[in-house]
């Protein structure tokens, strides 16, 4: 059964006329905005054992006939100096929030201001996850939106999508978000 589903899937990309598309994609934010749960979610995999990212991880997702390579850099201050090098070439910019940390926001708002100034990033779409939408506490994507003055983001398609990784509940929707941006770029 798998080597028919192999060779169908094969036949079905030699009619569309292309192969998967790569693209790639940056998820920042500041330590504990839950980047690498998302991260493992997106790739489903185990979201219980995770400790604070020392680097980066990459991890290829496939969805939408496109294979996502999804750079997971850490968010610690000390780490942020770095982020500027991993931006050549790409495709676009996820950034997390941690909705529930309200005594970040100026924080997470200043850093995101200047990562989208960075020549690397000039147009490139931004997806802003509002995570942690489970908790009490946490703000709505709307008022995060207004904080960190997305609006006047007119160089670029935005979009900001309320989740929690934990449960996974948005993060899919975030997903289609991005594909259907990769896809309305290629026309």
Not at 33 to 40: D, F
Not at 99 to 125: M, Y
Request: with cysteine; proline share 2%.
């Amino acid at each position: 059964m798998g080597e028919v589903q192999k060779g169908l899937l094969s036949v079905i990309q030699k009619l569309k006329g292309s192969e998967e598309q790569e693209l790639r994609i940056v998820l920042l934010g500041l330590d504990n905005a839950g980047k690498t749960t998302l991260l493992k979610r997106l790739a489903s995999e185990e979201v219980n054992t995770i400790t604070p990212t020392q680097g980066f991880n990459i991890k290829s997702v496939h969805s939408h006939g496109f294979k996502l390579n999804v750079w997971d850099i850490g968010g610690q201050r000390a780490i942020r100096t770095y982020w500027k090098k991993y931006l050549g070439s790409t495709d676009m910019l996820i950034y997390v929030i941690d909705s529930a940390d309200q005594k970040r926001f100026e924080e997470t708002g200043q850093e995101l201001s200047e990562l989208v100034e960075d020549e690397n990033l000039t147009s490139v779409p931004l997806l802003v996850f509002a995570n942690k939408q489970d908790l009490a506490t946490a703000s709505s994507a709307a008022d995060i939106a207004e904080g960190l003055n997305l609006h006047t983001y007119r160089d670029r398609p935005w979009q900001i999508q309320a989740c929690s990784a934990l449960s996974g509940e948005g993060v899919q929707d975030g997903m289609n978000w991005i594909c259907s941006q990769i896809t309305s770029r290629k026309k």
